[in-house]
């Protein structure tokens, strides 16, 4: 017999359970349980009486904090996966509760906390991002140098790794060469970036990087370097039918078809439910594969269990070349004739004479908008492409991953926080190298509160049930949970992360860090309810100390 929690506030599970109860009971739950939302006057705990001790009973308003929060774990914790913990009061500005806070684990998209701070720090909170359309000319251009519509220069569009640029913005641009008149450039079209090849960071799985939220992080950013499209059926069993959405430069082809789910299910055997034969057998009958390749060129095929239409979502392999590839296509809906556009780096630039003067400019929202779209949606692209630009700004140089990590390890260390014993490996935490403790990141939530010019980080943090990626996080939509934590969410194959804050019914806030590791899809596919919910849950009847 299972113990079931059924209980809003665990102010009732304290009153029923006592320490033999705490110690006894997590053997007993294993992944079984059961933390439900319901009215506070129908909470009740059901204990098997083997488990039923006659100690003493104390209320969770005489225990400590840290005695009610470690009593609590022990009775939540997970029997599987690996936990680190931190908890820090606000208010008293006291540590009040750790666990296993020194363990270095994988922190997936929590690692954006240390990237936002150390953006902050470096860039500034007016930083934006700035692409522009220039010459060199002994003139400013005007009119008066196009003759007969030519213009005898070469044209340059800077590149900044601007993660929000649009296709739009881009042909806003270019357009302002038809405004000047021109019909036709003599000159060179040239891309113009830092040099930077690394795409991808080191640890970062291989069967994401055809997905969106792995797009490659380059100086050439159009539309976060995505294509969309959809995915339709002709009939089971006959090749789909892919349509793209907008006319993007990608080739794709397609062997893909959907089949009848009847005759999908006819294809598995009956098994016992929750045996290895069963879970070797309730694999999909067939899956879709998109296969990559040089220049932009792209293969589905596979099969698909159904006829409701899919959509698609493709990371560009290339950007360099799907830029030079839109810039061609957007001067030619201009009409004006042109060479085929090349890129450079900027050190590869030797303008003959002439000064630098700018055509047209485009800039991005300033860094608190950015930050502010990064932490509320998980943006992996703008992380990165921060990450890239901390490194930049750091080293008044171009930097790839691996130096702009340190960078960011060393901007850290001047605010109070040593990482010398972690492993970053890039702003967003898809990386599987990176390698934080809760109690790193308490410490940059301490720092982000304890430092006025950083407290809106905390402010922009997704609010349960409202907003961000815990909007609809399930348990955190609802009661009472809801309108009490903003954190940041963390999650992958495997982890499932969060970290902010939480205002306790004590009058208390309380900054928290959950990390939990080695959370296979099973156990979770068990779970009724998260790990994290259920602790912040006990959390919000913590006892002041």
């Not at 009973?57 to 914790?77: G, H, I, V």
């Amino acid at each position: 017999m299972y113990l079931t929690l059924l209980t809003a506030s665990p102010r009732s599970l304290c009153k029923h359970l006592t320490g033999l109860v705490y110690a006894l009971a997590r053997p007993v739950l294993g992944v079984s349980l059961i933390c439900g939302v319901i009215n506070q006057a129908s909470a009740e705990i059901v204990i098997p009486p083997s488990l039923v001790s006659s100690s003493t009973t104390q209320a969770p308003s005489e225990l400590a904090a840290t005695q009610y929060l470690d009593d609590m774990l022990q009775l939540l914790k997970p029997a599987y996966s690996q936990l680190g913990i931190s908890v820090w009061d606000m208010t008293t500005q006291q540590a009040v509760f750790s666990y296993n806070n020194q363990s270095l684990m994988q922190p997936a998209s929590i690692q954006k906390l240390l990237t936002a701070l150390a953006a902050t720090k470096q860039l500034g909170q007016g930083f934006y991002y700035q692409t522009q359309l220039s010459t060199y000319s002994e003139h400013p251009i005007d009119k008066q140098q196009v003759v007969n519509g030519v213009f005898q220069g070469d044209i340059y569009i800077e590149f900044s790794g601007d993660p929000t640029l649009e296709y739009q913005d881009l042909q806003q641009l270019l357009t302002s060469l038809s405004n000047l008149g021109i019909t036709k450039l003599s000159g060179e079209i040239i891309l113009v970036s830092e040099q930077d090849n690394q795409l991808q960071a080191p640890g970062w799985v291989w069967d994401d990087l055809g997905i969106c939220y792995a797009a490659p992080i380059s100086p050439f950013i159009i539309d976060k370097n995505c294509v969309y499209g959809r995915l339709s059926t002709t009939g089971y069993d006959k090749t789909a039918t892919i349509k793209m959405i907008s006319n993007r430069p990608i080739e794709i082809t397609n062997e893909a078809y959907f089949i009848n789910p009847v005759v999908a299910q006819s294809q598995y055997k009956l098994a016992p439910t929750g045996s290895v034969y069963a879970q070797a057998n309730s694999q999909p009958a067939c899956q879709l594969t998109l296969s990559r390749f040089d220049n932009n060129r792209y293969h589905l095929s596979g099969c698909h269990v159904g006829a409701k239409s899919l959509p698609l979502a493709i990371a560009i392999t290339e950007p360099a070349l799907y830029a030079k590839n839109i810039v061609d296509k957007q001067l030619t809906a201009l009409g004006i004739q042109h060479k085929a556009p090349m890129v450079l780096s900027r050190s590869q630039i030797t303008p003959t004479a002439g000064q630098h003067y700018v055509i047209a400019s485009h800039h991005s929202e300033t860094l608190t908008d950015l930050l502010s779209t990064m932490l509320l949606k998980s943006d992996n692209l703008i992380a990165d492409s921060l990450l890239k630009k901390v490194g930049e700004a750091y080293y008044q140089a171009p930097s790839d991953f691996a130096r702009s990590s340190q960078a960011m390890k060393a901007i850290l260390y001047s605010l109070g926080i040593d990482l010398a014993d972690a492993n970053l490996a890039d702003g967003s935490g898809l990386s599987r190298y990176n390698l934080l403790s809760a109690q790193q990141v308490l410490n940059v939530l301490t720092t982000v509160y304890q430092n006025p010019e950083y407290h809106f980080l905390l402010d922009t943090l997704p609010e349960s049930g409202v907003s961000g990626t815990l909007r609809y996080k399930r348990y955190f939509n609802k009661s009472p949970l809801k309108n009490h934590v903003f954190a940041k969410t963390g999650s992958m194959l495997g982890v499932a992360n969060l970290a902010g804050k939480i205002k306790a019914s004590n009058g208390h806030d309380y900054l928290f860090v959950l990390i939990e590791n080695g959370l296979s899809p099973q156990i979770k596919k068990q779970q009724k309810a998260p790990f994290s919910a259920v602790f912040l849950q006990t959390m919000m009847d913590v006892p002041r100390n």
